[in-house]
């Protein structure tokens, strides 16, 4: 069955430390793929998307992700976080004119000030 | 701006008591969904209308049903609501226009039931 995983279910952090998510999926097909983020209280957001090109990907607030076809993944990542970046955030997959998302399970990313 | 809208965004229901929530775009998007979202889990597609084109998931209970009147509105009418029911419920929209059909939501109605 087509899956999307992301590994960690909870994140610590201080702030200025480096982040990084993983995210794999199991779709055969050429896919797009995405990172949305909820922040507390709000809704879901649209961090970054791929869907061709540059396999290096820059979304808003600093976020980059890059997609590896070899690896099946699409890690999500930022240099120096901030106590702004707490939030919950979702890898999601498509498949290449397929209008439903798939998502991860999401992880929880906390920021300690 | 344009943007996807639902009301109300907090409802409070009683066990049973049939329950309508609404949901609206201003982007013009041919496709609307609406996901349930329980606490800490990853939004749960329930169905999604593509234009008039209504496509339920498969493990969609059958208490959820959807209406969409025109391309701006559609509804969420929960039948008779269980306490399981008490969730988030988010809508979305996409287009075909952008590169990836990115999903575009709203603020979510988070329901109560009691």
């Given amino acids: ?113 | 701006d344009a943007m996807v809208i639902q009301n109300p965004r907090y409802q409070v229901t009683q066990f049973g008591k049939p329950v309508t929530l609404s949901c609206s775009q201003t982007l013009n998007h041919n496709v609307m969904y609406w996901y349930q979202q329980k606490s800490s889990q990853a939004p749960k597609l329930l169905f999604h209308y593509y234009d008039k084109d209504f496509n339920n998931e498969a493990d969609t209970p059958d208490n959820f049903q959807s209406r969409r009147p025109n391309t701006s509105f559609c509804f969420l009418d929960i039948r008779s609501p269980g306490l399981g029911d008490a969730a988030m419920y988010l809508c979305a929209t996409s287009t075909p226009r952008t590169a990836a059909y990115e999903q575009y939501f709203g603020p979510g109605t988070r329901l109560t039931v009691t």
């Fill in chain 1, 1 to 113: 069955a087509q899956s999307v995983s992301q590994h960690n279910h909870h994140v610590i952090l201080s702030e200025a430390a480096s982040l990084e998510l993983g995210c794999n999926y199991s779709y055969g097909g050429t896919v797009n793929l995405f990172w949305y983020v909820q922040y507390p209280g709000q809704h879901l957001q649209l961090l970054l998307k791929y869907f061709s090109g540059d396999p290096l990907v820059k979304g808003i607030k600093g976020f980059e992700a890059e997609f590896i076809k070899s690896k099946f993944s699409f890690n999500l990542r930022k240099p120096s976080v901030q106590w702004s970046d707490t939030a919950e955030y979702f890898c999601a997959v498509n498949l290449f004119n397929d209008y439903k998302l798939s998502f991860g399970a999401g992880t929880t990313v906390t920021v300690r000030a």
